[in-house]
Every structure is written in C-alpha cells, then in structure tokens.
C-alpha cells in the first residue's frame, strides 16, 4: 500500500476527520459463546467462520484502535475462559488459535441446556467483569487503558427473551459500575423466529422491572447464517463514543434572527476504508491519479510503460438500484483511447464501439459492474485480492469509474424508514429555512470556492525568506561565527579573505554576486598567497570600490 494513504486515519488529519479522538473512548470487548447442544451443532461452523473473517480484518487494520481489548468465553458442559483480555490488533495467530478450540467443543451430548446454561451465563458475566477490573488495575499505568467500560456479548440458541430474563434478574445485586452495555444475541433457524414474541402487555412489565432493576439487556435476534453474524461483530469497529454530537448542520433562520436553526447530528462509518489495510496489490483505493490506477509488474524496467489494466464486465445493473453509500473513493472518467501505435480502421471500430456502450447504458438507464482480477498471485500462498468497480454513462461520450465497497468492508447500517409524520411546528421551520435558500438546477463545482489558492500561497510565502538568495551570505557568516577546528597557517587562510570579503559585499546586488569575475582580486590573491608576510590591509580595496560602483549603476 502506498505509504500516502496511512495517514489518511491518524490524528494528523483535518479537523473534520475527527474519528482518532473518538475510538479512545471504545470499550473492551467480551464474547460468550453458549455451545450447548443440542443448537451449537448447527451454529458452530457459522459462529467459527465469522469470528474467522471477523478477526482476520480487525487485527490487520492501521488507524486508530477500534478494539482496545477482546476476552471470549464459552459455556459448554462447564464455564471456560478460552482467552483471557488481550490486545487485537496484530495478534491474529493467537486469536485464531482460540476459535480452533472453540470450534473444537462437540456439538453432541445430553445436558439440559436450558435449565444448566442459564446459570453459567451469570456465572461467565460476573466472571468477566471481574476480569476486566483486575485488568485494568495492573495496568492502569499504562497509555492503552483509556477506555474504563466493557461490552459483554452472549451469543446462544436458546429462545433470547428468556436469556434475557434470567439475566436481568441474576444481575440485579451485582456490581455492574464497569459494564456498558449487555447484549443477547439470539441465533434462530428458519422456523424459530416469531416463537418467542410476548404480548404487548408483557413487554411493557420486563421494561419496567428493567428499569427498577438498573440492568439494561438488550436483545438482538440474527439468522444462522456467517454473513449474519459478521454484521454483529462489525457493530465492534464502528465509533461507540455517544457522548457529544458530531456534527452541526445550520440552516438560516426563517425569521429576522441572526442565530441560525442548528440541526445536532451524528456521524457513522459506512465502510472500512481499504487505505487502511496493507495489501500489494490494493483493494482499489488508488484511484487518484490514471498511473496509481494501473497496475504494477515488479519485473519490467523503469523504461516500460505498464501494460493497461483489464476490467471484466461482470454485471448489468439498474442505475436506481445502486446506492451511493457504498462507492467511495475519487472517480475516474474513461475515454476511448487515442494511443497513436493503432491504426487508423482499429481506432475508428473502438471508437464506434465505446460510442455504441455509452449510447446502450444511458438509453436504457443502466451500469457496469466490474470486477479487477490480480496482476499476480499473493506471496502468502494466497489467491490474491479481488476489486470491484461500478462504470456509469454521461451525457458526453464518457464513462465515469467509480470504486464499489464489498462484503468484506462494509458495516453494519441499520436505517429504518420513518412511516410516522414529522411534527407540525418542527416541518413549518424547516420549510421556513429553506425557502430563504436559493435553488439550482444544476451544480456548478465552478461556482465553489474553497480559499484554496490563497491559503497556499500565504503558507508557502511564510515558509520561504523573500529572497532566496540571501541565504547563502547568511551562512558565510555562520561559518565564519564558528570557532576552527584546528589551527591553520596563515598563508592557506590569505587566498580565501578577500573571496569572502566580496561575497559579504556582494549581497546588495545578485548580478554582482554571480557575475563581476573581480579579476584583480583573484590575481592578487595568487600573488599574495606566494609572499611570506601578511598582505597589505589595503590591497583589495581597489577592486571592492568598482564593483560597488558598477553596482550602483
């Protein structure tokens, strides 16, 4: 990855990128996984797998710390601590090793889950945060303890209300200072969901006992699929501050009143910036520039051009059925090309041809999507890594490339539509607003300006002396500020005084400097440097008052 793209996450960015100061306050995290059977048969090969993929991407990514800490429990015919609080990132052979163990346990047996589960469940919450808090006193002097909450997730097969249940009564004396948030995550087959729905009157009294009891478990119910799971525990990477707002968005007052209308906001990552995985070759974030773009053979010269980069076609897509959230990146514009090697028939057919793309895709309101195959196999014995773009029609004969985002990065976004009618004093300012706005059909990106131009060249003028050229004299000077190193004759030093003399002079004027030869003062420099004595103190004089003369025409 191209060593540019890293800081695109650190705390040196913009003021605007703000998310290095909002992963510090990220809570750790523990995982309980209920393996009883006889469900863990049917979920364990699913569970394993996303922790798999999970872990795999959370440990290779730079940035800030979106998983300070992990501890993962599993409750199977006893209560086991299979890795206790451990630091994520760049530890994935140890983490790893934990999910083969994990995936170990069997799924056969004859225990009473629900009656024997339950307990264990308490039993391994307490356990944790216990845990967590001896953690955190021994290394309390440390710099990477600045979260000072936990995040406890149970994952079982049981119906999740009942879990739910017993927890929330199991917890009500403990000492929950610590803990964050509690979630159930329910794993149900095809036919399970809706078994556990209670009536709305039951709802209302486990909210209430809720509340009187101070322990909030929340419940969440997946499918038993890998992508399913994958979802929660991308939950994990996103910002988990929630403690002041992100964003403020003002809209001009409807009235005469000079404060405008500020509408509080927050802000949520919708993918996993590929910039912040280093791969070779990258997952398309290189758009930036057309050389960025193509690829790379290690094995030809600096002399050749690298060959073109290969799209494949993969899928035609609806163009109201792509959304923008899951493009990121800088867009590309394709061309047909005008590579002066072909010839003229071949040129004119792939001019028709791109004529004819761009004509089909536009009339009938479609894109591309394709798919970049690696340049060559991964030196970890891997397959190597696939991108994916989305090619989109113009007006002009044009195409527009754009990187898409895949399975692998994308995070959890859930985004219910609001079916509920705004209120009506609310609906009326808004309206208000923006009705003192001016409205364009088109956007003109001419019409914006960002000050950009100015500010960089009041920052470069700031850096930089007036005049270059008088640095040099300043560091004559330095030199000769500084004490020798060792004693010198002082027929080596003789030559040298009036060269120096004549740069000190010479400052007022850069012809002067660069172009009067001074040719008496060299000719007597070599007739001084063969004298015994010390010259005269006047000898150079002559030539010093026509240069300035001369310079002063």
Same mark, same amino acid.
């Given at each position: 990855m191209d060593s540019r793209k890293r800081p695109a996450a650190s705390s040196n960015c913009g003021s605007f990128v703000f998310w290095s100061s909002s992963f510090r306050r990220q809570p750790a995290r523990v995982l309980i996984v209920e393996a009883l059977p006889p469900w863990w048969s049917e979920t364990c090969s699913v569970l394993c797998d996303a922790l798999d993929n999970f872990l795999s991407l959370a440990c290779s990514l730079d940035g800030p710390c979106r998983i300070p800490l992990l501890s993962l429990y599993a409750i199977s015919r006893q209560q086991e601590c299979l890795l206790p609080f451990v630091q994520v990132r760049g530890n994935l052979a140890r983490l790893h090793?934990?999910?083969?163990?994990?995936?170990?346990?069997?799924?056969?047996?004859?225990?009473?889950?629900?009656? =024997?589960?339950?307990?264990?469940?308490?039993?391994? %919450?307490?356990?944790?945060?216990?845990?967590?808090? &001896?953690?955190?006193?021994? @290394?309390?002097?440390?710099?990477?303890?600045?979260?000072?909450?936990?995040?406890?997730?149970? /994952?079982?097969?049981?119906?999740?209300?009942?879990? /739910?249940r017993q927890l929330e009564m199991g917890l009500k004396d403990a000492d929950l200072v610590t803990l964050k948030r509690l979630l159930v995550v329910q794993i149900y087959r095809a036919g399970d969901l809706g078994q556990d729905t209670p009536s709305?009157?039951?709802?209302?009294? $486990?909210?209430?006992?809720?509340?009187?009891?101070? @322990?909030?478990?929340? #419940?969440?119910?997946?499918?038993?699929?890998?992508f399913a799971m994958e979802t929660v525990l991308k939950a994990w990477l996103q910002e988990q501050g929630g403690d002041r707002e992100h964003l403020h968005l003002l809209l001009p007052s409807p009235t005469d009143s000079p404060i405008p209308v500020c509408v509080k906001c927050d802000m949520q990552e919708r993918l996993i910036s590929p910039a912040l995985i280093p791969l070779t070759p990258n997952l398309g974030v290189k758009t930036e520039s057309v050389r960025d773009f193509l690829p790379v053979i290690k094995s030809q010269s600096a002399s050749q051009s690298p060959p073109p980069q290969r799209l494949r076609v993969i899928k035609v897509l609806r163009a109201d059925g792509v959304c923008e959230s %899951? #493009?990121?990146? #800088?867009?590309? %514009?394709?061309?047909?090309?005008?590579?002066?090697?072909?010839?003229?028939?071949?040129?004119?057919?792939?001019?028709?041809?791109?004529?004819?793309?761009?004509?089909?895709?536009?009339?009938?309101?479609?894109?591309?999507?394709?798919?970049?195959?690696?340049? !060559? =196999?991964?030196?970890?014995?891997?397959?190597?890594?696939?991108?994916?773009? /989305?090619? &989109?029609?113009?007006?002009?004969?044009?195409?527009?490339?754009k990187p898409v985002v895949s399975r692998e990065l994308l995070l959890p976004c859930s985004?219910? /539509?609001?079916?509920?009618?705004?209120?009506?004093?609310?609906?009326?300012?808004?309206?208000?607003?923006?009705?003192?706005?001016?409205?364009?059909?088109?956007?003109?990106?001419?019409?914006?300006?960002?000050? #950009?131009?100015?500010?960089?060249?009041? =920052?470069?003028?700031?850096? &930089?002396?007036?005049?270059?050229?008088?640095?040099?004299?300043?560091? %004559?000077?330095?030199?000769?500020?500084?004490?020798? $190193?060792?004693?010198?004759? @002082?027929?080596?030093? &003789?030559?040298? !005084?009036?060269?120096?003399?004549?740069?000190?002079?010479?400052?007022?004027?850069?012809? =002067?400097a660069t172009v009067a030869p001074m040719p008496s003062s060299s000719s007597h420099s070599s007739s001084s440097s063969s004298s015994v004595g010390p010259p005269p103190a006047k000898a150079s004089r002559p030539a010093l008052r026509l240069l300035s003369s001369s310079g002063g025409r």
């Open positions: 090793s934990c999910v083969e163990e994990l995936r170990s346990i069997p799924g056969e047996g004859c225990i009473k889950g629900a009656a =024997r589960g339950s307990g264990l469940v308490r039993q391994a %919450v307490l356990d944790s945060l216990q845990q967590f808090k &001896q953690y955190i006193r021994h @290394t309390s002097a440390g710099s990477q303890t600045n979260n000072i909450s936990v995040e406890v997730t149970v /994952v079982t097969s049981q119906p999740g209300r009942g879990i /739910v709305p009157e039951a709802t209302c009294t $486990e909210t209430e006992e809720c509340l009187m009891l101070g @322990t909030e478990v929340d #419940l969440q119910q997946v499918e038993n699929s890998v %899951v #493009l990121y990146g #800088l867009p590309l %514009v394709i061309r047909p090309t005008t590579y002066w090697q072909l010839d003229w028939d071949e040129m004119e057919t792939n001019h028709n041809l791109f004529h004819s793309l761009c004509y089909t895709l536009r009339s009938r309101d479609l894109f591309l999507l394709l798919q970049v195959e690696p340049v !060559q =196999r991964s030196t970890a014995g891997g397959s190597g890594v696939y991108s994916h773009y /989305v090619l &989109q029609p113009s007006q002009s004969l044009s195409l527009l490339l985004l219910p /539509v609001s079916t509920q009618v705004p209120a009506p004093d609310a609906m009326e300012t808004i309206q208000g607003c923006l009705s003192q706005l001016d409205e364009a059909f088109v956007l003109n990106p001419l019409s914006l300006s960002t000050n #950009l131009y100015q500010h960089l060249r009041s =920052r470069g003028l700031l850096s &930089q002396p007036r005049y270059p050229y008088r640095l040099k004299p300043a560091a %004559v000077h330095g030199d000769q500020s500084q004490p020798p $190193e060792a004693p010198k004759p @002082t027929a080596s030093r &003789q030559p040298r !005084q009036p060269q120096n003399q004549d740069r000190q002079l010479g400052t007022n004027s850069k012809v =002067r």
